[in-house]
Antibody
Framework: EVQLVQSGAEVKKPGESLKISCKIS????????IGWVRQMPGKGLEWMGI????????RYSPSFQGQVIISVDKSSNTAHLQWSSLKASDTAMYYC????????????????????????WGQGTLVTVSS | QSALTQPRSVSGSPGQSVTISCTGT?????????VSWYQQHPGKAPKLMIY???KRPSGVPDRFSGSNSGNTASLTISGLQAEDEADYYC????????FGGGTRLTVL
């Protein structure tokens, strides 16, 4: 069974750093892309970025580029999302999710048309940033 | 990409059918069959219900169906059941991913 298990809730102060994790099991970790999705309190889902666990190729949403860093640790089958300086507006639930299929490569270009859905999802990590 | 447009809420009685719309543009929903739908119960993680506009993952009841017409995708739930009450989000891939604002389904 494919499982994504996320780290526990965090309470941080503005300006602090944070790294949350998403531990994956049930399939070959390096074969798939992992995405991160933000859900602010009472709001909808927002795509943040994705990373290929095989070589750490990372794509960010323009809204989150430069605001967070997505990484993987192949030795522990874990994906990470990190902030260097948190803001109150980072308060949200963060979900990791695996892309459901395998993308196609056309030379150096990748198309996610064959892998465009997210399944399964982690249980979420609640991050609260408050002074 | 701007967020896809969904109605804030829909409702129906048990046994009825409801349809949730998801409107994008000719650059996303209207351009590719790369629309997925997610169900989210309160306090829970989203769950994939439909992908590639109309495909159902294993384990999802066939009461759930998806379609696409022009720039609007739709999720139809037939034979409504109490456990269908949840938030539903559409998502489109067109070079990057964009979600809809979400629709709250109430089963009366």
């Amino acid at each position: 069974e494919v499982q994504l298990v996320q780290s526990g809730a965090e309470v941080k102060k503005p300006g602090e750093s944070l790294k949350i994790s998403c531990k994956i099991s049930g399939y070959t970790f390096t074969s798939y892309w992992i995405g991160w999705v933000r859900q602010m309190p009472g709001k909808g889902l927002e795509w943040m970025g994705i990373i290929y666990a095989g070589d750490s190729d990372t794509r960010y949403s323009p809204s989150f580029q430069g605001q967070v860093i997505i990484s993987v640790d192949k030795s522990s089958n874990t994906a990470h999302l990190q902030w260097s300086s948190l803001k109150a507006s980072d308060t949200a639930m963060y979900y990791c999710a695996r892309l459901g299929g395998l993308p196609q490569w056309f030379g150096d270009l990748v198309s996610f048309g064959t892998a465009n859905w997210f399944d399964p999802w982690g249980q979420g990590t609640l991050v609260t940033v408050s002074s | 990409q701007s967020a896809l447009t969904q109605p804030r809420s829909v409702s129906g009685s048990p046994g009825q059918s409801v349809t949730i719309s998801c409107t994008g543009t000719s650059s996303d929903v209207g351009a590719y069959d790369y629309v997925s739908w997610y169900q989210q119960h309160p306090g829970k993680a989203p769950k994939l219900m439909i992908y590639d506009v109309s495909k159902r993952p294993s384990g999802v009841p066939d009461r759930f169906s998806g379609s696409n017409s022009g720039n609007t995708a739709s999720l139809t739930i037939s034979g409504l059941q109490a456990e269908d009450e949840a938030d539903y989000y559409c998502c489109s891939y067109a070079g990057s991913w964009v979600f809809g604002g979400g629709t709250r389904l109430t089963v009366l």
